[in-house]
């Protein structure tokens, strides 16, 4: 315990780590944040649309034309359009001050004019091609077969859907989560600069403390266990800061399994402490160059995991699908994921399974280095 | 014994560092291992600590091989890297209790080598304080506590006062004596000649990774021909005195120029009285007058031709 804790002290107080792998992400998450809520416009409300009509003696005469506008600018919850029955000058004087989206003439054909292209644009010509569309119809059909003109208006009035949506689960999916996703597995990474750190304190021929550890009595796995324990337990409760402020400040939903996030956040720090001990002891540059190759290679794993590009994760294992087995952050992001949106914990399990055959592979070839105790040169 | 190196051959690459090095190192003295720079003094300490690999040789300490796992030999070892083996993130005082940590497990026992080191060190009114915030002499002092907290029997010292404030040299110093009188044994590596000369009761002069000569200061001072050296500053002398000077006992060279004469002895006591009662019976004023003995530079000197410190 001894060894244990004041190796916890050694890394906890390193302010420049601790920066990058904990604060930095804090900031990403809520950068996130923002900006998700301004791209799905989730807090935007809708409002009426403006729409002037030239009241000619078309439109006067177009009783039904008349009735379909009325009822969907009648002042209720789900009023679609603000009407300004107006003469032509002034309806195309209020287009051109922007206070109306568009100008509805009747005569021949009913038409729209617009001065710009835009979703309330778009919405008032899918109404009136909508109108079009089922006056053609109704009047074809009346003029068909006028008997059947009871059961029409009936059936008018109703809409079906021919189709059926079935969820894996109760949860919805939702694609900004696996930015969210990815960004947890990208912190689980960084505790690779700890597993590099360790291996830097470990082996004689990189620092003097190593060398003075080196000679003391103690047995090098002892060593490695207790600085791997040290470096797990900062890594995780970073990951936990990052977890309950998404959870309970930012409000991402992790669906209802808090023990799996927990293990799957266990697992992903191992999966970064190992990676850095491998990197830290397998490449024999300077300290800077071993930070940069672990900078890289971790958000590389992230990218390839959806970071930065939300459809990449789909892409990768459309792809090049054994890259998503065996790339670290993939694996946590899915795992996160499918907790989220698959009742069934196979899938979460596999990846589980996985991390830790990949994470233990690397603790053992860095052990097998590591344990050398003579070096050709200090 | 408690070192022995025998016949210890060390190469990096091509380069030979310790060619058949022999080495022994008796209980209770302060042996000095003095050298120039690239001699193979650190090369040295950590072959006899396990740290680096040897193409041949063998090593005891404490009368039992030493090697990685040798961990009761190691229990009494203690080490004063040359660089300075700290943590930063650590004070001072949880700097030398981590790493005594890692020889003594009691924690009340530990608390007590620790302040008892603390005080040793003279670092008590900087316990708390961080490694960057310590002037290069006071973490030289943090750098000794750290390898000697838990009161090893053997010590070895790699050039512990390099880059330090005369102050803290002189309390480094003052305080491997006390060590060695509390029954420490110290290994003292050094290029400084006036330390080892000050310090060590036993001197091993190496150079290319051999022994030249070893011995205790005044046996190796007895291996060159030069004794002491006498300079005076003298007005006027004539060229009858010098000749006269020359003759005298144990005289090896005499020289006057720049209003000094200079001397050298090749031995033999009261050098200095016999030269100033010459110079009164010939009424020869004098000035200021110097006498220096052979240091271990001049032992160096005379067997390799160079300077200790190039």
Redesign the interface.
Known sequence: M??FG?RL???A??REVVFWTLIFPLILATMFHFAFDQLMGRQEAFSPIGVAVVASDAYQQNITFRQALGAISEPSGSQLIELAVTDEREAFRLLEDGAVAGVITVGDHVGLTVSQSGIEQSILKAVLDEYTHKYATVTGILRANPAVAGELIRELGQTRSYTQQASFSSAQPDTALNFFYALIAMTCLYGGFWGLRNTT?MQ?DL???A?????????KLVVVLYDSAAALTISLAEVAVLLAYLMLVLRVSFGNEVWYVLLTSLVGCIAGVSLGAFIGTYVRKSESAKTGILIGTSLTMSFLAGLMIGTMKDMVARKAPVLSYINPAALITDAFYSLYIFESHRRFFLNIGLLLLISSSMCILSFLRLRR?????? | MLVSVHNLVKR?GDLLALDHFNLEVGEGEILGLLGPNGSGKTTTI?CV?????YDKGVIEVFGRPMA??A??S??N?G?V???????Q??RVD?NI???C???V?D?KTRRRLVDEAIDFVGLSEFRKFYPKKLSGGLLRRLNIA??IAHKPRLIFMDEPTVAVDPQSRNKILEGIRELNRQGATVVYTSHYMEEVDQLCTRIVIMDKGKTLAAGTKEELKAMINDGETISVELYVLQPDDVAHIRQMPHVTRAEYADSHLTIHYDGGQHNLLNLLDYLRSRDLSFGRVFSEQPTLNDVFLEITGRQLRD
């Open positions: 001894h060894m004041y002290k050694c890394l107080r390193d304190d004689a620092s003097a403390q060398a003075r550890r080196s000679v003391a009595p103690t047995h105790d003579r070096y050709a040169g200090l | 990096y950590n600590l396990s740290l680096l690999t990685p796992d961990y009761e190691k229990r070892i080490v890297m040359q660089n300075v083996a700290v943590f993130e650590l949880e209790d981590y790493f940590g890692m020889y497990h924690a750290c390898g």
